[in-house]
């Protein structure tokens, strides 16, 4: 059940994690980071520049190399693999991020929607090419007047006389990969009022596309407008029911956004492996730039992030791959009911666009600053991954969208009766009497953390109940008070994953330090800003009112119940790891 992890004690259940990998996910990876370094990263000049044809040719190879087809059914010439070794590819394929952006956009949203909508006939002409990279894939949704409101696309489509064609007529916008694409999924109106998804090729009759765009970042990947113009599309080329498009749209975009987060995974390590020769290397005051206080902080901060990122993206990928598991691959709707099945967990990858993409941002940032004036410089590569990364956060439906979602899906659910949230309430209501029961405070211990974990999913049953008890109905239009509920359940949600896997690690090896250091800062830490969140979000529902900020008050006092821990000792020791090791490394 998607948001689940708000219901249950962190220590029950068990995530998956990287850890968890076969020998065979882990070598797939492997070859993915290969092919990136010997063969992606010493082109990076042309691919920038748009010289030659680097990237068409780099995909080519991608394709030869089994990149493309991972989650391409057996049946269809791809290699079947599920989602947790999708994670470990998106997280290898990030060391050039403009051929990343081709890649996974080719492999996502260019692919997918084929996949998990497609007839029979339609999957095996086009998914054996996309696999193969004999064909390059995209997808054009957004238009000038539709970027975040989808559904207010004015591209239209009508029948033709003969009946054998949809007539498109409208343009798309920012269409990743539309240079290169010999095939995207394209979405429209019939009758100006039934929103569908369209098969388009690019030599079809009416299809053209418009000069490249100047881009902040991301320069080396192909971003247009696509024009149609009495655009005429095989009727058999519609994808999916007319009139269901948005089926469509915002389900390849739920694999989308983990897949963005999968990606930011690997960013924020990448990050880390810049800066770690850098800082030992560079010397100030006669002493190597690693052995400063706050450029050490910096090393923990990047290595907390990519633990805790990581943690997510696999126990997603875990998540789908379990649902999946479930559905029966001789139904001839397996397929679909696969997207469905994963669409249950759309809070998560929500969770997951927001949590990677500004992590990456963070650590993006951080290594920017830890080379100085070194980091400004296109010369050396925090510069490219910083202004690189800023698109994670519009990419997949703004993070200010995804923020929407996360509360308005949790809510929407629970009136459905997917999950009975108002007995969550009462009972959380109840325990405030009472007043929670912790163990002590130390270093870290199953009960330590897990009370922090848990303490924090009751304050944002809790923050969330107080929330719709003001608002009712009208919540859906409070986005000050929806951003707040979306940043304690994405806080809340980084700390089950976190604290999840430092428990299995610990199962595995006693000696697993580095990883319960990095929990324990991240879940200490972000146990704080969640209380200050909650915090905001009462003084905003109670309004002056003093009784209700009295009431509302005593039920916050009941939730602070945690000393300090020494975060700055736990960070040294962490630094001290990474820069022994070089890179990012648990072991």
Excluded at 5 to 27: T, V
Excluded at 218 to 228: C, E, F, P, Q, R
Excluded at 287 to 302: A, M, P
Excluded at 558 to 577: C, G, S
Aim: charged share 25%.
């Amino acid at each position: 059940m998607g948001a689940a992890f708000l219901f249950f004690p962190a220590e029950e259940g068990k995530i998956f994690m990287r850890e968890d990998l076969s020998p065979e996910q882990m070598a797939f990876g492997e070859t993915c980071r290969d092919f990136f370094e010997k063969d992606v990263v010493p082109r990076s000049d042309e691919i920038e520049t748009h010289t030659g044809n680097a990237s068409v040719e780099l995909f080519k190879k991608a394709g030869e190399l089994g990149l493309l087809m991972a989650e391409v059914p057996e049946a269809y010439e791809g290699l079947g693999m599920d989602k947790r070794t999708a994670t470990i590819l998106a997280e290898e394929a990030v060391a050039q991020g403009s051929f990343s952006v081709t890649l996974m956009c080719h492999t996502g949203i260019g692919t997918l929607p084929i996949l998990y909508f497609g007839t029979e006939e339609q999957k095996k002409k086009y998914l054996p090419k996309l696999a193969s990279g004999e064909m390059m894939g995209a997808y054009a949704l957004t238009e000038p007047g539709a970027g975040s409101d989808a559904l207010a696309a004015r591209t239209k489509a009508v029948l033709s006389d003969d009946g054998k064609h949809y007539i498109l007529n409208g343009s798309k916008m920012f269409i990743t990969n539309s240079t290169w694409a010999d095939v995207m999924t394209v979405f429209a109106k019939v009758d100006g009022e039934k929103f569908t998804a369209f098969i388009v090729e690019k030599d079809y009759e009416g299809f053209s596309i418009g000069v490249e765009e100047h881009k902040m970042g991301i320069k080396g990947s192909s971003t247009t407008t696509v024009n149609l113009d009495d655009c005429k599309v095989p009727i058999e080329n519609v994808l999916g029911e007319i009139g269901k498009g948005h089926k469509i749209a915002f389900n390849v975009l739920n694999i989308g956004r983990w897949k963005l987060g999968a990606g930011s995974a690997g960013g924020c390590k990448l990050v880390l492996n810049h800066m770690l020769p850098y800082l030992q290397d560079r010397k100030q005051f006669e002493k190597s730039l690693n052995e400063f206080g706050l450029i050490r902080k910096k090393i923990s901060d990047v290595a907390m992030l990519s633990y805790v990122c990581e943690s997510m993206m696999y126990c997603v990928a875990g998540l789908y791959d379990d649902a999946i598991a479930a559905l029966d691959k001789n139904d001839p709707d397996y397929d679909r009911h696969c997207i469905e099945a994963i669409e249950k967990y759309a809070v998560e990858a929500s969770v997951a666009k927001v949590f990677g993409s500004e992590a990456l941002w963070q650590c993006a940032d951080e290594g920017v600053q830890a080379f100085g004036g070194y980091g400004f410089s296109a010369e050396y590569p925090m510069e490219a991954i910083e202004r690189n990364s800023r698109i994670n956060r519009i990419f997949e439906g703004t993070n200010e969208i995804n923020r929407m979602i996360i509360p308005g899906t949790i809510l929407k659910r629970a009136m459905s009766g997917e999950f009975d949230m108002m007995s969550e309430i009462q009972k959380v209501l109840g325990e405030l009497k009472e007043g929670y029961d912790v163990t002590a405070i130390g270093d870290w211990d199953s009960g330590t953390f897990k009370d922090r974990v848990n303490v924090a999913k009751r304050l944002a049953i809790y923050a969330c109940g107080v929330a719709v008890q003001k608002y009712m109905a009208d919540i859906k239009d409070q986005q000050y008070a929806l951003e707040s509920m979306a940043n304690i359940v994405i806080g809340v949600f980084a700390m089950d994953c976190a604290y999840k896997r430092t428990q299995q690690l610990l199962e595995k090896d006693a000696n697993q330090k580095v990883s319960t250091d990095l929990a324990s800062i991240y879940i200490a830490e972000t146990y704080n800003k969640i209380l200050i969140t909650a915090r905001e979000l009462i003084g905003e529902i109670a309004d002056g009112d003093e009784n209700l900020l009295g009431k509302y008050q005593k039920a916050l006092t009941r939730f602070d119940l945690f000393a300090p821990i020494n975060a700055t000792k736990l960070r040294e020791q962490v630094a001290t790891h990474m820069v022994e090791r070089g890179k990012y490394s648990l072991t």
